[in-house]
């Protein structure tokens, strides 16, 4: 009987339906500089050796929107390149993915 609920926690991990999740996928793959480069995030398939390991600290979306916004040590700030609709696309897609949201 727990294949089932094993099942959908498995379904409930992968977003594909959810647009905004997509597009933060999108921008953390295809930023300059990519996000991909300096951290690793097992969903996107990244290995980054920079930045922190993103599965490890599961970072909530607003950890990861501030850090976007205003930089975070030896990572710039994206303020200028992204809108706040993607900032916070990347966000969530980046908490998603780590675990950092349920």
């Not at 953390?28 to 599965?55: M, N, W, Y």
């Not at 040590?73 to 897609?93: H, L, N, T």
């Amino acid at each position: 009987m727990l294949w089932p609920i094993l099942g959908l926690a498995c379904l409930a991990h992968a977003q594909p339906d959810d647009p905004t999740y997509t597009a933060g996928k999108s921008l953390f793959l295809k930023a300059v500089p990519a996000c991909a480069i300096c951290h690793t995030l097992k969903d996107a398939e990244s290995e980054g050796a920079v930045g922190p390991v993103l599965d490890e600290i599961k970072p909530s979306a607003e950890r990861v929107a501030k850090a976007l916004r205003n930089g975070l040590g030896s990572m710039p700030s994206y303020r200028a390149k992204f809108s706040d609709s993607q900032i916070e696309a990347i966000a969530r897609y980046v908490s998603k993915a780590s675990g950092g949201a349920p």
